[in-house]
């Protein structure tokens, strides 16, 4: 159930990056999408059992595997910072156009 429900926060995410003209809308779409896929890898990393090697005396068994954290930490500051470059364009954007849609500034656009 639960990898219904990231499924269709990635489809949410990916139908609205087509679907929509505005660019802010455009870029909240891609960062649905971004932390949809990233809850999946969580989903798929998570295991029940499994120890956080932590270094001790005692031993407790199967560790879990660190690196998919690491992946995971990553991909949140890479999206994070995609996201900053994306609205700094869009600002960008906004100071030569009256609008944010996309077919709009598609246009005007002269070369």
């Known amino acids: 159930m639960l990898e219904a429900f990231i499924f269709a926060t990635i489809l949410c995410g990916f139908f609205g990056i087509i679907l929509k003209q505005n660019l802010m ?5 891609m960062d ?3 932390t ?3 809850a999946y890898y969580v989903k798929i990393s998570a295991r029940q059992g499994l ?3 932590i270094f001790s ?5 199967a560790y ?3 690196v998919p954290q690491a992946v995971i930490l990553t991909a949140i500051v890479i999206g994070f910072s995609i996201q900053a470059l994306m609205l700094v364009g869009v600002m960008k954007l906004s100071r030569d156009n009256p609008t ?3 077919r709009e500034i598609e246009k005007t656009y002269t070369p």
């Not at 809308?25 to 779409?29: F, L, R, S």
Request: hydrophobic share 45%; charged share 15%.
């Open 25 to 29: 809308m455009k870029i909240i779409a």
């Open 32 to 34: 649905v999408m971004s």
């Open 36 to 38: 949809g896929v990233i």
């Open 51 to 53: 120890f956080t090697p």
């Open 57 to 61: 005396k005692t031993n407790h068994g």
């Open 64 to 66: 879990a595997d660190p």
């Open 100 to 102: 944010l849609e996309s």
